[in-house]
Each structure stands twice: as C-alpha cells, then as structure tokens.
C-alpha cells in the first residue's frame, strides 16, 4: 500500500523557516516525479514545486521560487520542501504527491497527473 505522509507544518511568524517533509512507504520515490502542492482557506489547490530524478530537475511557482527549495533523500525515501522567508500569505495546508509514471515534472503538471498523494499538513504564518 502506498502511503505519503507529510510532516514539519506548524505556527510561524513572518519571515520564519519551517521544512517539510514527505515520507513514502510501499512506493520509491526515486525516478518518479514528486509535487508539492499547497491549499489556502477558500482558494483552489496549487502546484508549488516539483523534482523528478528522471531529468534532475526541480521547478517552483513564481509564488515561492527563491524562498522555497525542494530536495530528496532517496536513501529515507522522502522529498522535502524548505520554506524561507514565510509570509502570511503561504498560509495553506500543503500536500506533497508522486505520480506512478516516470515521467519528469514537466509531464505532471496538473494535480490529475498525481495518483499518490498525502494527508496534508497545516503551515500557518501569523504573528
């Protein structure tokens, strides 16, 4: 059974860190694209970053790009998503998910593209 856990959400204040982390079970992540997605109270799910070891690339929204950095561990299995420079606005709960087809980011670009996906975790930036 294939399992996503995500973990490290929490309270920040402006201008914090908080890193994420998303352990897989029963799948290897390694040659599979994995995303991160975001979804804040009242708006729609949004892609935020994606790595894929397939073409060794990772891409982020203009939204984070420069203050978020997503890496891999493919020895623990798990990607992770670091997350400077918060601000009210990437209040969300956050979703970490990994598609079944090796394909690079740039062929999963929409959430139907993702079959595996985790329970989310809440990041909430307030002072």
């Known amino acids: 059974q294939v399992q996503l856990v995500e973990s490290g959400g929490g309270l920040v204040e402006p201008g914090g860190s908080l890193r994420l982390s998303c352990a897989a079970s029963?799948?290897?992540?390694?040659?599979?694209?994995v995303a991160w997605f975001r979804q804040a109270p009242g708006k729609e799910r949004e892609g935020i970053s994606c790595t894929s070891s397939s073409d060794g690339m990772s891409y982020y929204s203009d939204i984070v790009k420069g203050r978020f950095t997503i890496s891999r561990d493919n020895a623990e299995n798990t990607v992770y998503l670091q997350m400077n420079s918060l601000k009210p606005e990437d209040t969300a709960v956050y979703y970490c998910?990994?598609?079944?087809?090796?394909?690079?980011?740039?062929?999963?670009?929409?959430?139907?593209?993702?079959?595996?996906w985790g329970q989310g975790t809440q990041v909430t930036v307030s002072s």
């Open positions: 998910a990994t598609s079944r087809r090796r394909v690079g980011c740039l062929g999963a670009t929409t959430e139907d593209d993702y079959e595996y």
């Open positions: 029963g799948f290897t992540l390694d040659n599979y694209p």
